[in-house]
């Protein structure tokens, strides 16, 4: 059985760095955090995409604190829920995807977290998929769950209530999804569930449902997101999100390119760093004793550092200061082979993989962000109607940092 470590000042960091709030309250969270118990914890993630993202990684990063104090935690992949879609905060329903979609989306996600928890070990972290339960309730037990929860509660939810304001359409499944996470909680049999701010009303509904069903409370940690300077969530659909899949460069220069009224809360959601040396920092930026660019620097090479490790860290850092800083030609060029001919410019970055449209590539050379040419000589593309006839040597060039030879 895991020791747990009832240090006051492990006690108050679990309970401060983070978090927004706690449900029903502090105090009975700490209590039981000091009394010596082992807590079981889960966060649950849905595979809507085929990597987490930092996001993701803020529960993670919680979770593990628990697990360093010797709780029980719970890594929950939604194989079950992905299928449906979290409504939070959407305007309009998500696309539903079957089971072979999100089981093919969460291929990676154990190895991702496992840069944060631990699953191996004296008290390794517990991987569920929630297709284990919820594939074998009825009918019959679906009403006798629903029962619990009124349509009141449901429709008083913000999302639903502009959709409803203007006229769009709420689907009877997108009311069930609080339901189907709320019995996670139940199948599970935990004493604490960790998630994001925005996932409160889902989170409570697990809360509900645990006490009604097994007159079990559970604890509800609610925790801070990785917002803007405008306080604006950064996430997939802001388009502003690293996901954890990234290439060491590419995560380091994503972070990089974060506004400075991000810093202080990404060192504290998405670092590891001490406690007080996070606050330091904090000080130094708010003060303005700190440069935001030295900061910004070191928190990217942290993230980079916990999702791949202090070498490709370092290398990262050094590609950055090379390419973005210093301006120079990085010494190692990715090289791609491409038939001979003549190509208009979009067809020519979609066949490089530099753009995912010709939409996307024909707005980047409108905005000044293609270069090509030769390792001397790069000049910036102003015609996103040019035609490039392609030869061995030629460099395109999108944005900062990525490069791409023709061989």
């Known amino acids: 059985m895991a020791h747990v470590n009832t240090s006051p000042d492990s006690i108050l960091e679990i309970l401060d760095r983070g978090v927004e709030k706690v449900y029903p309250n502090r105090e009975n969270l700490e209590k039981k955090l000091k009394s010596g118990e082992v807590l079981r914890l889960y966060c649950g993630f849905d595979p809507s995409a085929s990597s987490l993202h930092i996001g993701n990684a803020i529960a993670l990063a919680k979770l593990a604190q628990f697990q360093r104090l010797g709780h029980q935690v719970i890594f929950l992949i939604g194989s079950f829920t992905g299928m449906i879609g979290d409504p939070t905060d959407k305007g309009a329903a998500r696309k539903q995807l079957s089971r072979e979609e999100v089981m093919a989306n969460a291929v990676n996600f154990q190895k991702q977290a496992g840069a944060y928890l631990d699953f191996n070990g004296d008290n390794p972290a517990e991987l569920r998929y929630n297709n284990e339960w919820h594939d074998k309730i009825s009918f019959k037990d679906l009403i006798g769950l629903a029962s619990n929860f009124t349509v009141q509660q449901m429709i008083q939810r913000d999302m639903f209530q502009k959709r409803l304001a203007e006229e769009k359409p709420v689907f009877l499944h997108e009311f069930l999804y609080p339901l189907a996470q709320a019995y996670d909680s139940v199948a599970l049999d935990v004493d604490v569930e960790v998630g994001g701010n925005d996932q409160l009303f889902n989170m409570m509904c697990g809360r509900d449902l645990l006490k009604a ?195």
Request: aromatic content about 6%; glycine content about 8%; overall charge neutral.
């Open 213 to 407: 069903l097994k007159q079990k409370d559970k604890d509800v940690l609610t925790l801070k997101l990785l917002t803007d300077s405008e306080g604006k969530k950064m996430g997939k659909s802001e388009g502003n999100i690293v996901m954890l899949d990234e290439t060491p460069n590419n995560m380091y220069g994503q972070v990089m390119s974060w506004a400075d009224g991000v810093l202080p809360s990404a060192f504290e959601l998405c670092t590891f760093l001490p406690w007080e040396e996070i606050k330091d920092i904090q000080a130094g930026l708010s003060a303005g004793t700190l440069n935001p660019r030295d900061a910004k620097m070191k928190l990217a090479w942290e993230i980079t550092n916990i999702n791949h490790g202090r070498k490709e860290a370092d290398a990262a850092q050094d590609y950055f200061i090379k390419t973005v800083q210093n301006k120079e030609m990085p010494e190692e060029v990715e090289s791609k082979a491409v038939p001979a001919g003549t190509y208009k410019i979009a067809d020519l970055l979609l066949v490089l993989n530099l753009c995912a449209s010709r939409g996307e590539a024909r707005r980047l050379v409108d905005q000044g962000g293609i270069k090509i040419g030769l390792a001397d000589n790069m000049k910036t593309l102003t015609d996103s109607q040019a035609e490039i006839t392609v030869s061995p040597g030629l460099i395109i060039q999108r944005g900062k940092r990525q490069f791409i030879k023709i061989s």
